[in-house]
């Protein structure tokens, strides 16, 4: 991008827009951060927050979760107050769930999992009362706080020079002569040489008002959270039907279903059996609390895979929104920075532009 030090505009401050937004300010450019609510966003704060790379059955897509799960050791070093955690993951059978083809296929790609047996399961996971003789081990899996981490990537962005306006509502894009050239947010308009969309399951709407029509859904998602407890968990256990891990403040955090789709009338007995699935699997002489439940909107490309870039057709707009930002959070930041400040595209991000979906559109401001 030409231009010394170019203001950039970044639309939401969950995860990957303020990662994006720390990566931006830490190189140089003039950022402001436009947030509806608070740092920290909507998607981030109801995240299972699970760092990986197993999921991924397309070969690029694993490619960048896994380069990105490497680029969170990088950015916790250079932010150590980041609240992250690399403990691990055991994997217990599940229907429809083939461990040895999983631990295959994986360790073929570069990923350290391997399978274990029921001594290794009870020494990583002593209190785990899940039967299983065998599970996987994924050795570099991990979790992070993901609101907290949000948190800490905006105020050292604004440390870096960033301004932050929250509770600002963006009304819409300015466009002019097929550029995007700031942002409507109430009467004021916020002049950019470039605006970054990072606002989750509101971004198809942003985006619409500069003439592009963004496939995407915003299925729901629930977990449950426990009163604290001393540590009863290593790590995180995928078994059937029951996701967990302990959170830094000590609650246990379990969920079903991480592409979302509960149906919002079911929330309470789907919670009660996550409790109850949850109290047996979990050997303690400490009680077990149901705390609340929380209900997440994950945002989901219709392909499923990220979606990150500039269109094509208009100048001045930068889109990144994605299921799974937790695991992409650092690679996404520190590509997109770059891309937008050099024009330079990692190729691990080549397959994720939004051309796929925005080619053929007629954006706004064209006249």
């Not at 970054?196 to 963004?214: C, H, M, R, S």
């Not at 009163?227 to 039907?241: F, W």
């Not at 930002?325 to 532009?353: K, S």
Request: some cysteine; proline content about 5%; aromatic content about 6%.
């Amino acid at each position: 991008m030409a231009g010394a030090s170019p203001t950039i505009a970044v639309v939401g401050a969950g995860i990957i827009g303020a990662s994006i937004a720390w990566h931006l300010a830490r190189a140089g450019a003039r950022v402001k951060i436009v947030e509806a609510a608070n740092p920290g966003g909507v998607a981030t704060p109801n995240s299972f927050s699970w760092i990986n790379s197993n999921y991924s059955f397309d070969e690029s897509y694993f490619a960048l979760r896994h380069h990105s799960m490497g680029q969170w050791r990088r950015l916790a070093a250079e932010l150590p107050q980041l609240p992250v955690s690399f403990s691990g993951s055991i994997y217990i059978p599940a229907q429809g769930f083939d461990l040895e083809e999983f631990v295959a296929r994986n360790s073929a790609w570069g990923y350290r999992v391997d399978l274990i047996g029921k001594t290794e399961i009870e020494e990583l996971e002593p209190h785990l009362t899940l039967e299983a003789g065998v599970a996987a081990h994924a050795h570099d899996e991990g979790s992070a706080e993901a609101e907290d981490v949000a948190k800490v990537l905006t105020a050292v962005a604004v440390e870096e020079g960033a301004e932050l306006l929250v509770g600002s509502q963006v009304e819409g894009l300015v466009c002019k002569g097929g550029k995007v050239t700031g942002l409507q947010v109430g009467d004021e308009t916020i002049a950019a040489d470039e605006v970054v969309v990072a606002a989750g399951a509101a971004t198809p709407e942003i985006v619409k008002k500069a003439g592009y029509d963004l496939p995407l859904s915003s299925p729901p998602g629930l977990l449950i959270h426990t009163a604290p407890l001393s540590r009863v968990l290593n790590g995180l256990v995928l078994g059937d039907g029951l996701h967990m891990r302990q959170k830094a403040n000590g609650q246990l955090l379990a969920g079903t279903d991480f592409q979302g789709g509960i149906g919002l009338d079911e929330t309470e007995s789907v919670a009660s059996e996550l409790m109850k699935r949850l109290s047996q699997a979990i050997g303690t002489n400490q009680k077990l609390e149901f705390d609340r439940y929380s209900i997440g909107y994950r945002p989901m490309p219709a392909d499923g895979l990220p979606v990150v870039g500039r269109p094509s057709g208009v100048s001045g707009l930068y889109m990144a929104v994605m299921h799974s930002g937790v695991t992409l959070c650092p690679a996404v930041g520190a590509f997109a920075a770059r891309e937008i400040l050099t024009d330079v595209r990692d190729e691990l991000m080549a397959p994720f532009g939004p051309e796929r979906f925005l080619d053929g559109a007629s954006p706004a401001g064209q006249n």
